[in-house]
């Protein structure tokens, strides 16, 4: 490269333009391509225009991307390709593309290593970084990554690089709810050294990560303020990526306040900028805002197309996360195995010296006598290679019984503590009322008012029992599994003559509206308790006067989806995210104030996977809740 082309790409490396001036120095890049002498010095302006061009015209930033990375690897020009891998990589990051992103940040990130060039190696780190933040949701790998180019560009005394990790590394602090402290005082440095450096882009992340964390703490103001204090510079800097981001947020900070039409009003913004840009994660939230709006204003038409567009963009990136979390893995072990066998080479090399001084020393020996101790020599290293092999294994099977053993343990007194508090109520009430009977204190007919509320709570305590039972046989001998054709209306029937009583006090009407010769291939013990437990929640979160509907239906591939839902009040979306994990069950009230532990939702997911099924929720506040659980209809 030329010292003409390095240090102009170095002074616009440390200037920040208006969408005129950046412009100007968009077609003065694009002259000088055309006017570089050697081919680095191409590389390096076509990167440097593929960086300038990405925030706002992102299909152009890949075109020179390419061209750069075409012609970086026809001249052997590796630090051209390294960086060019890059771009590549921030373009499909942004695009929502996250295992192609990965896969080309990984590969840039190895010719960095290979070079020793380590302004690259924390370009690398910055992406990996925002992959794991905005896509995958790793935020303590995408911490570590950001943390190792910052210490980079700490060494180097980059300030610009500098006040931008100021932003990205309080972005992951905004977003997750952890060191808002820290987080501020990352913040209002990344501001002043952003300002001093009169860098409009830099000067909006920071503005965007501080009012994150202003949002994060529910002071809504002062995020509003931040927010648009980011869209005015990032409008400088022609920063469209970052303006269409705000905007969603600015969306969400008017429908927390209710004020509906002005959340519709920046949502569509967003909605128009991100679908431009192809940014699919701002895209979807952006779905999902305007759904929320709209319901909010009982325009439900609207609000359920929104949600369709929401929920068909979520499942085709949850599939993309399945697949890109999969290649993580498969990278992380690829570069194990990398290790693995420069050690190997190190000990061989360390073998064939000490086999050479052998050789020297003992030339003139038998041949047979330097074959014996060849083999002997190669023996004992297989033998101690092995053994360690083998004492590794075992001290990590060791030290996973062992991270087992401690959260069964906490389970298990978390479990005991909510169940004794539970039991004990329903019967210290229990003996008081006895008392009362024994000692003539209440009449007949206040003993028979009483009757209905002493009857749930003899139900409820009889469900804990044996939801209790059941767990704790599972825990020490495992499911037993029986499976054979299950007539579901009957034992649905029968369930539901079970809660009767508990239904009728609350005024709940319960249906069952199965098919009489509907049939199902389970456990039949296992498949009523599963339905028992589904009616009991459905009963004792439904308001008085509410409705309990069974069905079934038979879909493709020989499955039954039996469904069970209530009309009562529903759950919003982190109680449906921890619903069936073991380590958040917790005591919760009916609409009755009847107890329950969690625990039976827990047994309802392990006997239906024991049955080779699955169990899903969909729910609402408000809304009533709806449990699906998908069983073969046959053996």
């Known amino acids: 490269m030329t010292k003409i082309a390095l240090i102009f790409i170095l002074f616009l490396g440390a200037q920040t333009f208006t969408q005129g001036q950046q412009q100007h120095v968009l077609d003065s890049l694009e002259i000088q391509v055309g006017q570089s002498k050697t081919d680095s010095a191409k590389i390096d302006f076509l990167n440097e225009l593929s960086n300038r061009y990405l925030a706002y015209q992102p299909q152009k930033s890949k075109q020179y991307a390419e061209e750069a990375l075409q012609l970086s690897q026809t001249v052997g020009y590796k630090r051209g390709e390294a960086i060019a891998l890059n771009r590549l990589g921030e373009y499909e990051f942004r695009q929502g593309n996250y295992a192609k992103a990965i896969e080309l940040t990984t590969a840039s990130l190895k010719l960095a290593e290979q070079l020793n060039d380590s302004s690259t190696m924390a370009m690398a780190y910055r992406v990996l970084g925002n992959i794991n933040t905005f896509g995958f949701k790793r935020f303590d790998q995408a911490l570590q990554y950001q943390l190792k180019a910052f210490t980079i560009y700490e060494k180097l005394n980059d300030k610009r690089n500098i006040a931008s990790f100021y932003g990205n590394i309080t972005w992951i602090y905004g977003t997750t709810g952890q060191n808002l402290e820290e987080g501020h005082r990352l913040a209002d440095r990344g501001i002043q050294l952003s300002d001093s450096l009169k860098d409009y882009q830099l000067l909006s992340y920071n503005y965007n990560s501080k009012g994150l964390l202003y949002l994060k703490e529910d002071r809504l103001d002062s995020a509003l303020r931040y927010f648009i204090l980011s869209n005015s510079t990032a409008e400088k800097s022609n920063d469209n990526a970052v303006i269409a981001y705000n905007k969603s947020i600015i969306g969400e900070i008017y429908l927390l306040r209710e004020n509906h039409k002005t959340a519709i009003d920046w949502f569509s913004q967003s909605l128009k900028e991100s679908r431009e840009l192809n940014l699919r994660e701002v895209l979807k939230n952006s779905y999902l805002g305007l759904a929320r ?343």
Request: hydrophobic share 40%.
């Open 293 to 635: 709006c709209y319901a909010g204003i009982k325009d439900y038409q609207r609000a359920y197309q929104y949600h369709l567009q929401y929920d068909e963009l979520s499942n085709t990136i949850l599939n993309w996360e399945t697949t890109q979390k999969a290649l993580i893995t498969e990278l992380e072990f690829a570069e194990e195995k990398r290790e693995a066998k420069i050690a190997e080479l190190e000990l061989a090399n360390k073998q064939a010296r000490l086999e050479k001084i052998i050789y020297i020393i003992f030339f003139g020996v038998v041949l047979i006598a330097m074959l014996i101790i060849t083999l002997l020599v190669t023996k004992n290293n297989r033998q101690r290679l092995e053994t360690n092999r083998l004492l590794q294994e075992k001290n990590e099977e060791i030290a996973l019984q062992n991270e087992r053993l401690r959260q069964t343990n906490t389970v298990k007194d978390k479990l005991f503590s909510i169940i004794s508090h539970d039991l004990r109520t329903p019967l210290a009430s229990l003996k008081g009322l006895l008392a009362m009977v024994l000692r003539h204190d209440i009449s007949d007919k206040e003993f028979k008012e009483l009757g209905p509320k002493l009857n749930n709570l003899v139900i409820g305590t009889n469900e804990t029992l044996e939801n209790l039972f059941q767990w704790s046989h599972s825990q020490m001998n495992g499911w037993a599994h029986h499976p054979k054709l299950v007539n579901l209306f009957d034992l649905a029937d029968r369930c539901l003559a079970l809660f009767n009583e508990s239904a009728k006090t609350k005024g709940i009407h319960l249906t069952n509206t199965i098919n009489k010769d509907q049939t199902v291939f389970a456990d039949e013990n296992q498949l009523e308790l599963i339905i028992r437990n589904l009616i009991n929640n459905a009963i004792k979160f439904t308001q008085q006067g509410g409705q309990v509907i069974l069905d079934a239906k038979e879909e493709a591939n020989h499955i039954v989806a039996i469904r069970i839902s209530d009309t009562g009040i529903g759950m919003d979306e982190d109680q449906v995210r921890n619903l069936f994990s073991i380590k958040e069950i917790h005591s919760t009230r009916g609409t009755s104030g009847e107890k329950g532990t969690g625990l039976g939702l827990q047994l309802c997911k392990e006997m239906t996977e024991n049955n080779g099924g699955m169990i899903t929720v969909t729910s609402a506040p408000g809304k009533g809740s709806a449990f699906t659980v998908r069983l073969k209809a046959s053996g």
